[in-house]
């Protein structure tokens, strides 16, 4: 299976993200599989007239295209031309390339958020005009009309995450090699759900604060970060704490919130990034399924019988009281 | 009158996007043009937020030096809320940092620039099989030996600061995670693990030799590891005498602690150092696809020109100190620091200039690296209280100086009732690689390309494509 990966206007995080793929590395994981670059910016050895002839041959149909792998969003601006980002050494437009290209592909698939849904590009009034491949924020229809499907019939797949963790891009590729992924395996918003079927809430090696709602009121304290600092990882689709980034970590457990990057328009989330909005002191972002009756029950009730431990720890640095060690009685 | 042009893109292995325009005359560049072809506009979509937003928002300016952009964010919020981080703070963003700079120059190294010597047009150099060997795109051994070390490397950052890229585990006050005292003996597992990797792969010697070497006499005896390769390859393409930049070299010093900048800060010249004046910046827009004058970053604004004017040529504004270019990265840092062998290097100044300059970071890096570890302190407090400038009336300003991998990253920062007012950001390379000034100045990548040989049946020259990946060019950075 070839692969054709464009750059589009984002910040080549996915990318970099990708290169930390480990057990075996990256270029083993997908080598191995039968999986190859038919040209990638970082990686390839082609450069400016000889990448160009690969572009050309794809766009010809001389050259077969299993995947176009799409990283950044698609600008459009000004007015609608796409001159922001032209392809360098073709005088075209990267929507105008992309428009050209991704009809070649037996798949399509977006990198990261802004490739998904626009993503960071499209944040403060999105001067750039960014789009997603096939979605503009949670609507339908981006650089690519909501309608497309690529010569295998699937949409644009959308392998959202600002970065990408990058087992969801190997695994992602891997299935598409052993033809082993179809629209079943797509959330709504086009994600493959072998990530996206998860929170990021689960595995949060916070929860244990969560239960009791004890909750940090300052980054660098230990607790629960939804009820003050804009944790939404019980909202947030993500195997983030299932499976670790970069050896053993993930943002909770970096000690600062899930913003649910993952998501379309995440970086617009209408107030302070790490500043949970709350409406008479209830968190206007309520956990996944959780009717809000429920939550505040639950909540006040957890709140009163939260432990000492769990209660100094959460507003700590680090553990302060060890759990009471359980002592048989002889 | 140029006999023929040439317009070099997609430029791949930079970060982002590129392209050069060559006026070529006698075989050689007569003139080039560097352009930044993206426009995003982050410091447009700053303005109007929460200060604390720029923490979320700017690293993802760029994700191979996410961090760098994290760090100056942190000091330019800092800055204005008159914060300063604990000294265990400090030395934890420090390791954060010198984490991804250490990872970026081991990419540029072996999937960045080495690749180029394995182009068919070298067959039959004495050098070509080894090269081929170690560092064929993506296949080659010492690329996926170095993407294993990287990406164990990177577990520091995983530990520390949650994920690579794009942690927002950097602030004002310090950082959101304290170490504790496993976490500790695990970073300083990891650096040893690396630490193996430089010296059997990279450099075959102990770092400390490598360190040592004092001139040029003794890097030309230099023979061991991919570093010697380099070398050997170097001497005999004569990239001493390629792609010599402007001579003057920036560094705002990198890594700062309460206790001073582990590296110094200053201005290389002839060499001389003098001091960094960051009033003497000026971005000049004369050739970007900018509208409104020439100034400070401090009162600078972001108005791209919609209609794309001809005598334009980028998204890239031209910064320039003192009225002239300067050329920023590891090798501005290292002879601004005052280490013999970079001053010497700066003299020479061209691509292997560049290159050994970026190895001679790399050891020196992982030696602080190891030293930072060492001096974590698990009972120590890592974030310090920290306001900003509050809501409704709150109005300050703010500037965070850092060294990305690429060179002096800056953050200049106005807070207004309590928001952003003005948010703008020099990159590494909107100096290396920015346009031509009103004066007709050339930026340091533009004047070092001047005089590359280019042959008849070239239409990608080689000879520009090594001057250019010397730069280790970030295109994103540079436009953001």
Partial sequence: MNVLWLQSAGCGGCTMSLLCAENPNVFDTLGDAGIRFLWHPSFSLETGAEARRILESVEAGETPLDVLCVEGSIVTGPRGTGKYHMLAGTGRSMLDWVQSLAPKARHVVAVGSCAAFGGITAAGGNPAGALGLQWDGTLEGGALPGAFRSASGLPVINVAGCPTHPAWVTETLLLLAGEAMSEGDLDPFRRPRFYADHLVHHGCTKNEFYEYKASARSLSEMGCMMEHLGCVGTQAVGDCNIRPWNGEGSCTRGGYPCIACTSPEFEEPNHPFTETPTIAGIPVGLPSDMPKAWFMALASLSKAATPKRIDVNAHSDRIRVAPTLRVKRK | MSERQLLVGPFNRVEGDLEIRLDIEGGAVRAAYANSPLFRGFEMMLPGKDPRDALTLTPRICGICSISQSAAAAFALADAGRAEMPEQGALAASILHGVENMADHVTHFH?????????????????????????????????????????????????????????????????TRAPDARDKVRIQTLLRAFRRFLETSLFGAPLEAFVGLSSLRDLDVWSTGDAGLFLEIAGDLDLASLGRGPGRYLSAGAYPMPSGRVSRAGVWQGGAVTAFDPAQIVEDVSHAWMLGGAAHPAQGVTAPDEEMREEAYSWCKAPRLGGQPVEVGALARQAVDGHPLAQALAAEGGVRARITGRLLEIARLQIWLEDWAARLDPAACFMGAWTLPEAGSGTGTGVGLVEAARGTLGHWLRIEGGKIASYQIVAPTTWNFSPRDAGGAAGPVEAALVGCPVGEAEDTPVSVQHVVRSFDPCMVCTVH
């Fill in chain 2, 111 to 175: 999937l960045f620039f080495m690749p180029d010597f394995c182009r068919p047009s070298y067959a039959g150099r004495a050098w070509h099989q080894r090269a081929l060997q170690r560092f064929t795109a993506m296949e080659g051994s010492a690329a996926k030996t170095m993407v294993e070390a990287r990406a164990r490397l990177l577990h520091i950052v995983g530990m520390l600061g949650g994920k690579w890229p794009h942690t927002l585990a950097i602030q004002p006050g310090g950082v």
